[in-house]
């Protein structure tokens, strides 16, 4: 099992920043270094893929959407992995879930993904 924690999530105006980070209580699974993702859901919305990081965080990969503005990161050392969150906007809110799958590489669907946290929520005001 995996536990992931996220944290970070807040209230801020449309143009600010916001960093989002994911504790994660391993950092393999079944002997493979896990891939880890971002997914959010707006209200009366489906989930949706944000970015996702390879185990070594060498690839990544971003929804058009965030292109440019969010950026994913990850420290092995820590087993944490971070979403940077610049020049926000009210279509941002949502509540944002990360995500960790039993395998190296990177997944963009939800159902690539093994392990799922609680989620937290960002709210971004116009």
């Known amino acids: 099992q995996v536990q992931l924690v996220e944290s970070g999530g807040g209230l801020v105006q449309a143009g600010g920043s916001l960093r989002l980070s994911c504790a994660a209580s391993?950092?393999?699974?079944?002997?493979?270094?896990?891939?880890m993702g971002w997914f959010r859901q707006a209200p009366g919305k489906e989930r949706e893929f944000v970015a996702a990081?390879?185990?070594?965080?060498?690839?990544?990969a971003y929804a058009d959407s965030v292109k440019g503005r969010f950026t994913i990161s990850r420290d092995n050392a820590k087993n944490t992995m971070y979403l940077q969150m610049n020049s926000l906007k009210p279509e941002d809110t949502a509540v944002y879930y990360c995500?960790?799958?039993?395998?190296?590489?990177?997944?963009?669907?939800?159902?690539?993904?093994?392990?799922w946290g609680q989620g937290t929520q960002v709210t971004v005001s116009s």
């Open positions: 995500a960790a799958r039993g395998s190296s590489w990177i997944g963009l669907q939800g159902y690539e993904y093994d392990y």
């Open positions: 990081i390879m185990y070594n965080g060498e690839n990544t």
């Open positions: 391993r950092r393999t699974f079944n002997g493979y270094a896990m891939a």
